[in-house]
């Protein structure tokens, strides 16, 4: 685990989003992103060594779409940066915990992610990444 790389939050409005996250956090906007697999629209921005992902539903389908509907807009999850994401998966389920994808399957940016039940970490969604 080598830091937090980014925080993903659930918005109903991504453009009304992003002008909130440009212009008055005067955080830089690192771009756009369709992930259709998990019918969203993304927005990267960086945020010191870690970013922000703001995420809107593209379909009623979506997660994103279901988390908003359930709980609101807001935090949806905490992305940790790992080296080696398969190996990270066996040893947390040889461990117990509770996972979402035993696999990786691929994110934003093409990246290889896996995510964490919220169950066995605290209430929190986690999301683990490899670059
Ligand atoms: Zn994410």
């Known amino acids: 685990m080598k ?3 980014h925080l993903g939050i659930a918005v109903r409005d991504l453009q009304q989003s ?4 440009k212009e008055n956090l005067g955080l830089e906007l690192l771009g756009y992103e369709e992930v259709k697999e998990q019918m969203v629209k993304v927005a990267m921005f960086k ?3 870690s970013r922000i992902e703001l995420l809107e539903a593209t379909s ?3 997660p994103i779409f279901k988390f908003i509907e359930k709980k609101g807009p807001g935090l949806h999850h905490t992305a940790i940066r ?3 994401l398969e190996k990270e998966l066996i040893k947390l389920e040889e461990k117990g ?3 979402i994808d035993s696999k990786p399957r691929i994110g934003a940016g093409g990246h290889k992610i896996a995510f964490v039940h919220p169950k066995s970490t ?3 969604l986690l999301e683990l990444m490899e670059e």
């Open 3 to 5: 830091k937090i790389d």
């Open 18 to 21: 992003v002008k909130f996250y």
């Open 97 to 99: 915990v509770r996972l």
């Open 47 to 49: 945020c010191g060594e």
């Open 82 to 84: 790992v080296n080696d």
């Open 122 to 124: 605290g209430g929190v």
């Open 60 to 62: 009623e389908n979506s």
